[in-house]
């Protein structure tokens, strides 16, 4: 009995399997009903009593040993052939990764920052919860103006001189940034605005803007054309042309509104221009005197030119889409048109 054990436990030292298969005969041959092992138990029965303790605890380790090796060529093969065998093919493509994308808002966003900032602007913030005197009374609106009727603006709070308000405009970051940061001021202001309006393919009740100011001495109209032209160029296209409109803003003065040349038709005429053309982009013009003084800048030492723009009519120009609803709906047919919209 002595030297079957021993012949066992070398045997095993050695034993290697390639399949499965193998590795169930092996367990049989060893463990199973008429296997070596199991003969060996067998006939401790006949082992005389003074020996019994001896074989006893020789049997045990070998039957240890013996499971412990089954268990680690079982082990061994079973991660060769996952690896290399008939079940998997590497070769195949691997299971699709859905990608999440960027908000088209957020990509128009983005964009028009990237574009500011490459002309050496910075990107300022503010509340959105603001008060009348930074929505209106600083930017020169007059006392009675409609803007500041119940019409077009949530009031947040109400009955007294400076009510809280959820700003209908960017153009309230101008003012905090005029009154904390020193001079010149090159800056555009991303932010979302609210006005109580009825939703329709062409307004909501929320939507994004971007404010730009610059302000330092020597700050002439010309320099408010060249930027906004740079702009256009930069953001639909190298031919893309504009024009200005005069207008009227409170606060600035002259004010003017700028169309950029149809990106379709390229100045034929189509449905997306109605015939004309041209695209209205923004509204812009030099600061108001009022509006720097009451910031504490000196008006006849300091000029500087304002625009305002809405993201999502840049949005709907660049990507022809004519339903504003559709930026707020979150339609996962509609954002998945913009997986392949890189962020520049
Ligand atoms: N705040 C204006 C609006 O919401 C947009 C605007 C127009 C901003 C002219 C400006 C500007 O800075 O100069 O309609």
Redesign the pocket.
Known sequence: MKEDIERILSELAGLKCQTEKEVEEARVRLLGKKGEVTKLFEDFRTVSPELKREFGQKLNLLKKAVTEKLEELKGSVASSSSAGGKKEDATLPGDPMTLGSRHPVSIARQEIINIFRKFGYDVAEGPEIEDDYHVFEA?NFPPNHPARDMQDTFFVSTGHPNPLLLR????SV?VRTMEKQSLPIRVVCPGR?FRNEAISARAHCIFH?I???YVDENVTFADLKQAILLFAREMFGAETEIRMRP?Y?P??EP???VDVSCNICHGKGCNICKGTGWLEI??????DPNVLEASGIDSHKYSG??????VERIAMLKWQVNDLRHYFENDMRFLKEFNTCVEV
């Open positions: 930017l209908t405009h960017t153009s101008q605005v803007q404010e730009g100011l207008s803003f606060f600035t004010s003017a509104e923004l509204g812009c013009g030099m600061v030119f304002a625009f305002g723009m809405g």
